[in-house]
């Protein structure tokens, strides 16, 4: 019992610990995805599905959670962070070649077909961000359209 309790006092304080180092927050101010809605240009109904499912993982602009203060939790969700924005940025579009950009926009389509996107853990705490059936076709609607757009040379209108 007495091992207990020292082990026990012993995580208590690494936590506590743990409180006083956060990592940095991905914020920026401004319209730091502007590049990107230019030049794809979704409709209203896209975009808002973008900020609302995708942004804060794919963009330099996160909206953060309250538990996003708490230490192990603020150390999780900047690794999504920063993962998620290795495998797109929106707010880093205008540096993407045309050839990449039609490729994010491909891996956009097959994630939201196959339902990896957005990921469980982020729906289970953003209800908003679950996607309807509706909100999954107009997705891939527009980024099919402006995945041709790229392909044929052209920048979406």
Known sequence: ?????????????????LQFYRPQKNISNGNHAKVFVQETNPST???????????????NNTEYPWYNQVAPISFWLS?????????????DWENYTKQKKDH???EIIEEVQEG????KEYTWTHKEANLSEQQTKQVIEWATKTRLLYQLGKQPN
Do not use: W
């Open 79 to 91: 690794d999504h962070i920063k993962d998620g924005k290795k495998h797109l940025n929106f707010s």
């Open 104 to 106: 994010k926009l491909e």
């Open 116 to 119: 990896g996107m957005p990921l």
């Open 45 to 59: 109904e896209v975009l808002n599905i973008l900020r609302t499912a995708c942004y804060d993982c794919h963009s």
């Open 1 to 17: 019992m007495k091992i207990l309790k020292k082990i026990t006092v012993g995580l208590l304080l690494v936590f506590v610990a």
